[in-house]
């Protein structure tokens, strides 16, 4: 999440959609940057309510409790290969030393997963509803849809670039609200070590389960396995 007056843009983030390497790259260019989870906890009206990964309906909803018009910004997001991202979730909700120092409650629930129950019992049963550490989860598994969901105005527009084509086109789109920007400044963070493709991850029967759920997003932004 990312929120500039000045440039008029709103960048939302995706988990695990290389939000964290335009995060950085828009900080300069931002007067809102977003909270972190932990601190919004039970929490009504935070000074700062736009934590990291809030969906666009939640922004839309602030905006106009602060008197702000989503309208008149440019709105933009990111969307990645489901079948990729959730290997990628995966590795980070199991492995990373964040979640072992933030999240270490949903983590010790989580480290001894292997990839076929976390698929089959957290994305497909979505056995983790009453985890208090749920939200982070809960947003790193919706779709594109879901995450952009429960908008009220009907002429806002929300640009999503897939990450697989690069960050050219995000560059154009940023010189053209007027951000200087080319691609080399764009670096690449969060980069894993796992060098094992992501299809070594899947049998057939969970390539057949995750095609199901995230059916939509595959169809309609053309991804294969």
């Known amino acids: 999440m990312r929120i500039s007056h000045k440039h008029k843009f709103v960048f939302f983030s995706k988990p695990k959609s290389a939000s964290t390497s335009i995060r950085v790259f828009l900080n300069n260019y931002s007067d809102i940057k977003h909270s972190e989870f932990k601190n919004i906890k039970n929490i ?49 909700a199991t492995e990373s030393n964040y979640m072992k120092k933030d999240w270490n409650s949903l983590y010790l629930v989580l480290k001894d997963y292997t990839f076929e129950n976390f698929v089959k019992n957290i994305i497909i049963k979505k056995d983790f509803k009453n985890h208090p550490d749920v939200k982070w989860l809960y947003y790193s598994l919706n779709d594109h849809f879901t995450f952009i969901e429960g908008l009220q105005s009907p002429n806002l527009n929300i640009k999503t670039f897939k990450i697989e084509d690069g960050v050219d086109n995000i560059t154009k789109y940023l010189k053209e ?12 963070q969060n980069i894993s070590t796992n060098k094992k493709p992501y299809q070594d991850y899947y049998n057939n029967e969970l390539k057949e389960l995750m095609e199901d759920h995230y059916k939509k997003e595959i169809e309609y932004f053309n991804y294969k396995f």
């Open 44 to 92: 009504k009206s935070p000074s700062n309510p736009f934590y990291c990964h809030i969906p666009p309906c939640e922004v839309e909803e602030w905006f106009g409790k602060k008197g702000w018009n989503l309208d008149q910004y440019n709105c933009f997001t990111t969307v990645r290969n489901p079948y990729s991202r959730i290997v990628s979730v995966y590795k980070y």
């Open 177 to 188: 609200i007027n951000i200087p920007i080319n691609s080399s400044l764009v670096q690449n």
